[in-house]
């Protein structure tokens, strides 16, 4: 199984922020990657797919970046409805795994 | 607009059997391969079992395989996952979530609201 490591575990940001969060591989999967965000009590929604193509509707201060094992998703301006847990899934093999998640806080 | 429903969670003891339901409307349900994720309270997301719009193949997570299984009416555009066995380890929120494929790539565009099982006596 291909296993995801999400750095870091949490982080405090303040809103206007930018924030950047990585998410490594233990082999190569190429671009499959995708990102979703859980906002507290909510359903996961998809951000991003294919390392880098934003979903429709998500708004563009979200961007990925990556390939091979290392990943990016960043924030380019932190808004408060942006404080929320991220994942990254590998969509490569299967189990198609997740990151452990990120939790974004209120600094 | 697409919508998935789950249903069927509760309290079971330990040992033993529940079946969730999703019944998803507002899409050509026969036409999207479809999956189940869990979620253990204050935990990450991790997915369990996927099943294909025509019901081949199947897969599933190592910690379900053999206990959990999978299937899919598409008459009644509907998806299930039969839980046997039961242990505390498999208390969460059990969502389904649709598959989309564009190219070679391919994500889960659309979640229910999950249900939430309870393993305990």
């Known amino acids: 199984d291909i296993q995801m490591t999400q750095s870091p575990s949490s982080l405090s940001a303040s809103v206007g922020d930018r924030v950047t969060i990585t998410c490594r591989t233990s082999?190569?999967?190429?671009?499959?990657l995708n990102w979703y965000q859980q906002r507290p009590g909510k359903v996961p929604s998809l951000l991003i797919y294919?390392?880098?193509s934003l979903q429709s509707g998500v708004p563009s201060r979200f961007s990925g970046s990556g390939s091979g094992t290392d990943f990016t998703l960043t924030i380019s301006s932190l808004q408060p409805e942006d404080f929320a847990t991220y994942y990254c899934q590998q969509s490569y093999s299967t189990p198609q795994t997740f990151g452990q998640g990120t939790k974004v806080e209120i600094k | 607009e697409v919508q998935l429903v789950e249903s069927g969670g509760g309290l079971v003891q330990p040992g033993g059997s529940l079946r969730l339901s999703c019944a998803a409307s507002?899409?050509?349900?026969?036409?999207?391969?479809m999956n189940w994720v869990r979620q253990a309270p204050g935990k990450g997301l991790e997915w369990i079992s996927y099943i294909s719009s025509s019901n081949s193949p199947i897969y599933y997570a190592d910690s379900v395989k053999g206990r959990f299984t999978i299937s899919r009416d598409n008459a009644k555009n509907s998806l299930y996952l039969q839980m046997n066995s039961l242990r505390a380890e498999d208390t969460a929120v059990y969502y389904c979530?649709?598959?989309?494929?564009?190219?070679?790539?391919?994500?889960?565009?659309?979640w229910g609201q999950g249900t939430l099982v309870t393993v305990s006596s």
């Open positions: 979530a649709r598959r989309l494929a564009v190219a070679a790539y391919h994500y889960f565009d659309s």
């Open positions: 507002g899409f050509t349900f026969s036409s999207y391969s």
């Open positions: 294919a390392a880098s």
């Open positions: 082999q190569s999967i190429s671009n499959y």
